[in-house]
Structures are given as C-alpha cells and as structure tokens.
C-alpha cells in the first residue's frame, strides 16, 4: 500500500484505539463512582446506627454528611468533570447546585426600590389579571413601576415551585403576613443588570420587553453581582423547568379566561330572558286588554 494508504489506515486505527480507550474509562469512573457513593451512604448509615438520637450522635451525623465521604464523593466528581467523563449539561448544573444554588435558596436581604405593579384593565381582562395577579406572571398594563414600599427591607430568595421564580417579602408585617410580596416568574425574566446608580449598588430584574419587574438595592457590589451570575446560570440550567412553569402559567391563565367567558355568557343569557320576560308580560297585558275592549264592544 502507497505511503498515505499506511497514513490514513494508522489514523483511523488510533482514532479508533483512543475512542475504545475513552469508553473504558468512563466506565471505569462510572464503577468507581459507584463505589464512593456506595462507601458514602454505608458510612452514614454505620453513623445513624451507632450515634442514636440527639446529643453526640447528631454532632457526628452532621460530621458525616459534611465529612471525608462526602468531600470524596464531591471530588471524585470534579474529576469526573475535569476527564469529560460526564455531559457538560450535567457538569454545569452541579456547579450551579454546588456554588449558586445555596445562595438563592437561602435567600438575602435587600432594600426595595420598585416593583412591577399591574393595573387590570376593566372587564374581561381585569378578571383574569385579578385572578392570577402579579405571582401568576399575568400580562396587564403594568404602566410606570411602583415605588411602594421603597426602602423596606425584603427578603429575596428562589422560589423552587409553582409558579417558579424570584419571591420577594418585606420583613415589616401587617396582620402577621408580609406587608408586601411578589414574585417575578422566571419565564418572564430576561435581562438581570447589576449596576451602580444614585449612588446605591443596585440589582435590576427585567422582562422581554425592557420592563422592570423588580429592583433592589444591596449593601455592596460584589452581593449583586453574586446575585446577576447565580440568576443567570439558573436561566441556562433550569431552562426545561422555567418553560415547564411557563406553560403551567399560561394553560391557568388560558382556563381563566374560559372560565371568565363562561361565567360572561351566562350573565348575557340572563339578562336577555329577564328582557324577554319583560316584555312577553308586557304583550300579555296587551293582548287582554283588547280582548275585554273586544268582548265589551260585541256585547253591546
């Protein structure tokens, strides 16, 4: 065979050994993985079998699941990462879990500055708006944002359920429930800025439109734009679960609105019938007064 048939079949034969090299490596690691987290749960249970309830026991059950296992298992992972032996989906949304996640989940505190705040339109619409209100992401005439509120303290943190999103909550209370909250769905969100402005680090949460749908102020830069990079890794990973919610949302809205046109029709049924009514008396009434007319006058 000429120089570059040679060439080309020990390229292809490298390609291949390296291919069948790759595989036996992710399946090597994909065993071992098992094994440390085999070695991790057996570990725990050996600490909840012989700590018993409450005292030492909890401390060293505590031990365990922040302990040599579970800093193993979280290693042997990065290098599963680092070797490709895992999607790059999948590396990513351990690293959100692992470093943005807590961040969201545990929530901050900020100062409140404006809020979306939508104002029904009459009818039909303001029904539905009314109904689903600003949690549910309903679409309304927002008109300016509302600077209700502004500079009480709330507490934000990721709402992990339905309607997926940012919850926000004054720490002042009225009647022993927040004095204002909201939530700003994620499928709703597509812009997060971290900015300085009016001299206050301010963190600003907006809409496919431009429009603002919450903004706050924190004490510093670097919590906004803790705040801007976790929002948006949770953009790209929880990507199916925003559309999910989104289409959650907007199949209540679409019932809503069934239900809104229904209850509609029936009003138009009854008001119609009651003037029918009206009237067919009317004609009644009529129609025996010129049969008395009718009989007095043969009578005569």
Known sequence: PSGAGRDGG?????????????????????????????????????????????????????????????????????????VGATAPEDARRRVFERDHLPLLRDGTVFTLVCFEKPQPKAGFMGQVTSFLGTSGGARADAGPPSSEGQGMAVMVTLLLEEPLGIEWRTLEQLDRKPKLQGVVPLHRLRVVQSEQRDSRPQLSLQGG???VLLTLAAEDMATCERWKV???????????????????????????????????????????????????????????????????????
């Open 230 to 300: 976790a929002l948006e890794e949770a953009q790209v990973v929880l990507a199916a679960e925003i559309e999910e919610s989104g289409e959650e949302q907007r199949g209540l809205l679409d019932r809503q609105r069934r239900m809104v046109d229904l209850e509609r029709r029936k009003r138009d049924r009854e008001r119609a019938k009651a003037a029918l009514g009206n009237v067919g008396m009317r004609y009644t009434a009529q129609a025996m007064v010129n049969s008395n007319s009718t009989a007095a006058a043969t009578s005569t």
């Open 10 to 82: 020990t390229e292809s034969t490298a390609m291949a050994s390296g291919a069948m090299m790759q595989a036996a490596a992710r399946q090597a690691l994909g065993s071992a993985e098992r094994s440390v987290r085999g070695l991790a749960s057996s570990a725990a249970a050996a600490v909840r079998g012989s700590g018993g309830a409450g005292g030492a026991g909890a401390s060293v059950m505590e031990q365990a699941r922040g302990g040599p296992c579970a800093c193993l298992e979280r290693a042997w992972l990065v290098v599963a990462d680092a």
């Open 209 to 211: 439109r431009g429009e």
